[in-house]
């Protein structure tokens, strides 16, 4: 599996990568949002190329494309 981060700020953490399972897959954690995700990490969207997408608190359509979603939301809500 490979993993980069490919956005970082105090806020934001955005990762993608390429896992033998999964195919091709994005996430992206909001610290503002740790209290409000089950786990405690703030992971506000979750895709895959294998599940597609997991979990969208962005506020953005689903139906938007995987980066473009991660892009808008970065830009909306960076530091």
């Known amino acids: 599996m490979s993993r980069i981060t490919f956005y970082q700020d105090d806020r934001l953490t955005a990762v993608k990568g ?4 999964l195919g091709e897959f994005l996430q992206l954690f909001d610290k503002e949002m740790e209290n409000e995700t089950p786990e405690g990490e703030g992971l506000v969207y979750d895709w895959s190329e294998f599940f597609g997408v997991e ?3 962005t506020g953005i359509p689903s139906s938007t494309p995987p980066q473009m979603i991660v892009d808008t939301y970065i830009k909306e809500n960076k530091d």
Do not use: F, G, Y
């Open 18 to 21: 390429v896992d033998h399972m």
């Open 55 to 57: 979990r969208n608190l």
